[in-house]
């Protein structure tokens, strides 16, 4: 703002305000008129220097004023990056744990990193955080004036556990916190690699309805449904996978049942959620926030929707698991599954703990893996399909055996039963996979240490000659004991 000055200069003799007689030839020395009373404060015109001071000091105050108005109004560096006219026309992320840098340029996604860089307040700095957790981000933008960028900034994301912890980047100006869907937002684009695929609008308008929202498309799928929401022991458990799929749909509204047996098209979707979605707010003990939608269509309808983590079953839109929705444990619902007039299951069933065992040791022998399966619980059959899973496919095409391929023969030498577990059982299943109910008998839930002489080749887990390992048997359906995890330790 530019502050003019005035400074007054005195008045000509014969004008108001002029004193003293005039010397300009042609004009008479009358003498002055008597000065009138003032209201006080006004300046007596016989005194302009006094005046020019005063003004002069008034003007400099003025700009003082002015400057310091000016200075408490700047612009801070997030808000000239999000203010119109200006364009975000990339960025890039940078973890630095020695993976190339992710550079988003989509437009679409471009958009939700401008929404939600609107949304930044200033914080408090961040003292502590995973490794994991922090980065270093860049922000390419244009305007009038040509283009420019901001950065590299360090930021930290708002990671699990706690699905409400906001996001912070370090501006020039001090650290500033987001809504925790950047950081969902970054670790989808990471994660995923940066694919940017396509969000079908219907698709969208669908999720919103559940407080989700589609970041982008990681993939689409043509599969076949199963011909039957049933169990075989052996079989690669598909079955059991679509059917846990079914319940969770069934709480959005939909569900397949009609379509089994049909070719149907997967569409795998990087999703955000605030922290009002009901699988994270309000249940900090079971705080969880999905990595993708997936939305299966049979034609041009939806008949499938669910949300998971890459490597677990997932749950509802509304973020139930099938065990909420369906008020059964793992065990009571999986049963529904089983036929128990199948001659296999049935013999399963007629097996004792340690002939379960001693049946496992000789189909490693006889490199039987379909046999080796048999004797697992479902729970355990998913865990390990799903732990093969990649970030854009729901389960892989089948089971990785070369681990199993490494034993040449096995027998047990000994097996000696020891405390069971308390709760879940050992064997690191994925997050969103069920977890075992031992149901806290020893009728349902035993755990046994097992000496194995193995022959193996290759270096592997297992050991050429003599492997301890903890067995946990567990009695999932109302017949027979399975394995329900293998560790090395109790």
Not at 25 to 32: A, E, K, L, T
Request: contains cysteine; charged residues 25%; aromatic residues 8%.
């Amino acid at each position: 703002m530019a502050i003019r000055t005035v400074v007054s200069r005195p008045c000509r003799s014969g004008q108001p305000g002029g004193s003293g007689p005039t010397d300009r030839p042609g004009q008479s020395n009358r003498p002055s008129r008597p000065e009138r009373a003032r209201p006080p404060g006004l300046l007596p015109a016989a005194a302009p220097a006094a005046a020019s001071v005063v003004l002069v000091a008034l003007s400099v105050l003025l700009a003082a004023l002015s400057v310091a108005g000016c200075a408490a109004t700047k612009p801070t560096t997030l808000g000239k990056m999000t203010r119109p006219g200006v364009a975000l026309t990339a960025v890039v992320l940078d973890l630095a744990d020695g993976r190339e840098p992710t550079r988003v340029t989509d437009e679409h996604l471009l958009t939700l990193f401008r929404n939600l860089l609107k949304e930044g307040e200033q914080a408090a700095p961040v003292t502590e955080a995973l490794p994991t957790d922090r980065g270093y981000v860049t922000f390419e933008l244009s305007s009038a004036a040509g283009p420019w960028e901001v950065g590299p900034l360090s930021f930290v994301l708002g990671m699990r556990p706690d699905p409400e912890a906001p996001s912070s980047i370090q501006f020039p100006e001090g650290w500033y916190s987001f809504p925790p869907q950047l950081a969902q937002l970054v670790s989808g684009l990471v994660r995923f690699g940066n694919p940017g695929g396509p969000v079908d609008s219907e698709d969208a308008a669908f999720m919103s309805r559940y407080g989700l929202e589609p970041a982008f498309g990681i993939s689409r799928l043509e599969v076949t449904l199963p011909t039957a929401l049933v169990y075989r022991p052996g079989d690669f458990p598909t079955a059991v996978y679509w059917a846990y799929g079914n319940e969770l749909s069934r709480d959005a509204g939909v569900g397949f049942d009609r379509d089994l047996g049909q070719a149907a098209e997967v569409r795998l979707y990087k999703v955000l959620c605030a922290p009002t979605w009901p699988g994270g707010s309000g249940r900090p003990a079971q705080a969880w926030l999905p990595d993708r939608a997936v939305i299966v269509r049979c034609g041009e309808r939806i008949v499938g929707a669910w949300v998971d983590q890459v490597g677990g079953l997932g749950r509802s839109f509304k973020g139930r698991s099938a065990e909420e929705i369906t008020g059964l444990t793992w065990d009571a619902w999986v049963r529904k599954l089983t036929d128990p007039a199948d001659p296999t299951e049935r013999g399963l069933d007629a097996l004792s703990p340690e002939q379960v065992l001693g049946a496992f040791a000789d189909a490693l022998s006889a490199h039987d893996y379909k046999r080796v399966r048999q004797l697992y619980t479902r729970r355990y059959l998913v865990a390990e399909m799903l732990s093969g899973a990649a970030p854009d496919e729901l389960y892989p095409s089948g089971f990785d055996d070369r681990g199993l391929e490494t034993i040449q023969a096995a027998s047990v030498v000994s097996i000696k039963e020891v405390e069971p577990p308390q709760a879940e059982p050992p064997g690191g299943a994925p997050e969103g996979t069920p977890k075992a109910t031992p149901e806290g008998t020893r009728e349902q839930t035993r755990e046994f240490l097992v000496r194995l002489r193995l022959k193996v080749k290759g270096d592997v887990a297992w050991g050429d000659g003599i492997n301890e390992r903890f067995f946990v048997l567990h009695r999932e359906t109302e017949g027979g004991w399975r394995i329900d995890s293998i560790a090395t330790s109790p």
